[in-house]
């Protein structure tokens, strides 16, 4: 942002208040490189300081005045001409005049409000940041500076266990359950497997978690699948009557809260995506949403034990001693 040679006689800068003391996340950037910003919460207040330093110090520097913002924005990358803002603060540092030497301002945005996630995605990218501006008549001096915001829920008063059929008629019948239908970003899923009638060789199953990004409006919707872990839980052929486990551990992946209807600009949504596959290559599938959520800080213990509770629970619950006929396949059974 620099021409006819201001660039080379002031620079600005931005710096927090508790820049020493605050906690930085990593926040994958549009490159797809993970680097590390300030971490901010809903309703945390926003201070700092802008610096103005005049490389030479007896040259007068004329302005126009000196604000810092504070936006939240949503970008759609098929659109880019067009920021979207949802949050938009303005604090007046400096009435226009002339500098004569190097300033500091000092400003503080109180209990600011943020009320979504930070989010990079395939055709999206909501971003929280500084933005501090001297206003010049034929050219502005920008710094803008990223932060990144996380949102935090509670434990879901409902979170009810997930119970589905994949069948197809006298062929195949199996029922699926998960413990819950709602997890934090660090949970363990903890399921089981039945066989109830397998009159077709299948050689592989496995649980995908799929991530669908969604953006746009009426027919302008664009939808993007990304498959963010495959968890192998066959390889070989199952006999009737056969139970498997299933524990799948949510912490080692990147994974977002479940975003919806964000500002009505975009979604993001996960699914649980069970797949088998017979010796002929046919792929059967079944697909059920799962809600994530992000957990406070708290004291945790160690995944293996929430693993250990989780099973005992979800099996305490489960009871599939007794002899069963199938019943006919579900409605939303596909098949590739």
């Given at each position: 942002m620099s021409f006819f040679g201001f660039g080379q006689s002031a620079e600005l800068e931005l710096v927090l208040s508790d820049a020493e003391s605050r906690r930085r996340a990593?926040?994958?950037?549009?490159?797809?490189?993970?680097?590390?910003?300030?971490?901010?919460?809903?309703g945390e207040t926003v201070s700092g300081r802008v610096t103005l330093t005049l490389k030479h110090p007896n040259k007068r520097l004329e302005h126009q005045g000196i604000k810092v913002e504070f936006i939240?924005?949503?970008?759609?990358?098929?659109?880019?001409?067009?920021?979207?803002?949802?949050?938009s603060l303005v604090k007046d540092l400096a009435r226009p005049g002339e500098?004569?030497?190097?300033?500091?301002?000092d400003f503080e945005f109180t209990h600011v409000e943020k009320p979504y996630e930070s989010y990079t995605g395939q055709n999206v990218k909501l971003r929280y940041f500084l933005r501090a501006t001297v206003s010049r008549r034929l050219n502005d001096v920008v710094k803008e500076m990223d932060i990144v915001v996380h949102t935090l829920s509670t434990y879901p008063e409902l979170n009810s266990s997930i119970k589905m059929e994949v069948g197809i008629e006298d062929c195949l019948h199996i029922e699926f359950e998960y413990n819950k239908s709602k997890y934090h970003l660090k949970d363990v899923i903890v399921g089981k497997i039945y066989f109830l009638l397998v009159r077709i060789k299948i050689k592989h199953m496995e649980i995908d978690i799929i991530k669908r990004e969604t953006t746009g409006t009426g027919p302008n919707v664009y939808h993007e699948n990304d498959t963010i872990a495959k968890y192998e839980i066959m390889d070989g052929a199952p006999v009737r009557g056969e139970s498997i486990p299933i524990r799948l551990f949510l912490a080692g992946?990147?994974?977002?809260?479940?975003?919806?209807?964000?500002?009505?600009?975009?979604?993001?949504?996960?699914?649980?995506?069970?797949?088998?596959?017979?010796?002929?290559?046919?792929r059967y599938f079944k697909q059920q949403e799962v809600v994530l959520w992000r957990k406070g800080d708290i004291v945790r213990k160690s995944m293996s034990h929430q693993a250990a509770i989780a099973s005992q629970r979800f099996e305490g619950t489960s009871s599939h001693a007794e002899a069963r006929t199938p019943s006919q396949p579900a409605e939303n059974n596909s098949r590739q």
């Amino acid at each position: 942002m620099s021409f006819f040679g201001f660039g080379q006689s002031a620079e600005l800068e931005l710096v927090l208040s508790d820049a020493e003391s605050r906690r930085r996340a990593e926040h994958k950037t549009e490159e797809g490189k993970k680097e590390k910003y300030f971490l901010f919460y809903d309703g945390e207040t926003v201070s700092g300081r802008v610096t103005l330093t005049l490389k030479h110090p007896n040259k007068r520097l004329e302005h126009q005045g000196i604000k810092v913002e504070f936006i939240g924005q949503i970008e759609l990358y098929y659109d880019r001409g067009n920021h979207h803002e949802f949050v938009s603060l303005v604090k007046d540092l400096a009435r226009p005049g002339e500098f004569t030497q190097s300033q500091t301002f000092d400003f503080e945005f109180t209990h600011v409000e943020k009320p979504y996630e930070s989010y990079t995605g395939q055709n999206v990218k909501l971003r929280y940041f500084l933005r501090a501006t001297v206003s010049r008549r034929l050219n502005d001096v920008v710094k803008e500076m990223d932060i990144v915001v996380h949102t935090l829920s509670t434990y879901p008063e409902l979170n009810s266990s997930i119970k589905m059929e994949v069948g197809i008629e006298d062929c195949l019948h199996i029922e699926f359950e998960y413990n819950k239908s709602k997890y934090h970003l660090k949970d363990v899923i903890v399921g089981k497997i039945y066989f109830l009638l397998v009159r077709i060789k299948i050689k592989h199953m496995e649980i995908d978690i799929i991530k669908r990004e969604t953006t746009g409006t009426g027919p302008n919707v664009y939808h993007e699948n990304d498959t963010i872990a495959k968890y192998e839980i066959m390889d070989g052929a199952p006999v009737r009557g056969e139970s498997i486990p299933i524990r799948l551990f949510l912490a080692g992946y990147e994974l977002t809260p479940t975003m919806r209807d964000i500002n009505k600009k975009f979604s993001v949504r996960y699914y649980l995506n069970l797949v088998l596959i017979d010796e002929e290559e046919r792929r059967y599938f079944k697909q059920q949403e799962v809600v994530l959520w992000r957990k406070g800080d708290i004291v945790r213990k160690s995944m293996s034990h929430q693993a250990a509770i989780a099973s005992q629970r979800f099996e305490g619950t489960s009871s599939h001693a007794e002899a069963r006929t199938p019943s006919q396949p579900a409605e939303n059974n596909s098949r590739q």
